[in-house]
């Protein structure tokens, strides 16, 4: 299986930061990697897919980059509804998922 | 719209079986393969396996091989998850998803809101 490692594990920003969450695949990927947002309680909602691509009606501010076996995940401005725990998941083989990155209001 | 509606919350004794189902609408329930993923309580997600409800072939990760199936009804757009001989450590929510059409259909662009299922003694 192809391990993916999230970091931070948790990180607290305030409202209108720039926030990176970044993900390493066990294994290289190409550009096979996808990420999600979930809030408490609820499903996960993809985000990104092809590690950068936007997935339709995502906000703007959201952004991917990488391809191999490193990857980030950006969010330009944070806004009150972004605080959520982020995942990411390759796609180059059966599905694996990071340990997520819970991001908190400072 | 499309839409993922899930069966509801179960319980039940370690080594007995559960079966979700997952109603699919607002789409072509043949040309979109379906996903299950789980997730433990404050853990993170598991993918299980993945149905393709035209054929019904399936693929399940090693970790459920022999535990789980996963079939599907054509006629009621409805696909299936059943795990057997429980254990405590099965106890989570279960999400269908729906493979998306980004050029792999490892990607999940659309998910149930997930069934809980508890398993205790």
């Known amino acids: 299986d192809i391990q993916m490692t999230q970091s931070p594990s948790s990180v607290s920003a305030s409202v209108g930061d720039r926030v990176t969450i970044t993900c390493r695949a066990s294994?290289?990927?190409?550009?096979?990697l996808a990420w999600y947002q979930q809030k408490p309680g609820k499903a996960p909602k993809l985000l990104i897919y092809a590690a950068s691509s936007l997935q339709s009606g995502v906000p703007s501010r959201f952004s991917g980059s990488g391809s191999g076996t490193d990857f980030t995940l950006t969010i330009s401005s944070l806004q009150p509804e972004d605080f959520a725990t982020y995942y990411c998941?390759?796609?180059?083989?059966?599905?694996?998922f990071g340990q997520g990155t819970r991001l908190e209001i400072k | 719209q499309v839409q993922l509606v899930q069966s509801g919350a179960e319980v039940k004794k370690p080594g007995a079986s559960v079966k979700v189902s997952c109603k699919a609408s607002?789409?072509?329930?043949?040309?979109?393969?379906m996903h299950w993923v789980r997730q433990a309580p404050g853990q993170g997600l598991e993918w299980m396996g993945i149905?393709?409800?035209?054929?019904?072939?399936?693929s399940y990760a090693q970790k459920f091989q022999g535990r789980v199936t996963m079939t599907r009804d054509t006629s009621t757009s409805t696909v299936y998850m059943e795990l057997s001989s429980l254990r405590s450590e099965d106890t989570a929510v279960y999400y269908c998803?729906?493979?998306?059409?980004?050029?792999?259909?490892?990607?999940?662009?659309?998910w149930g809101k997930g069934t809980t299922v508890t398993v205790s003694s």
């Open positions: 149905i393709n409800p035209s054929g019904g072939s399936t």
């Open positions: 607002g789409y072509t329930f043949t040309s979109y393969y």
């Open positions: 998803a729906r493979a998306g059409s980004q050029g792999s259909y490892y990607y999940m662009d659309v």
């Open positions: 998941q390759q796609a180059n083989s059966f599905p694996t």
């Open positions: 294994q290289g990927i190409s550009s096979w």
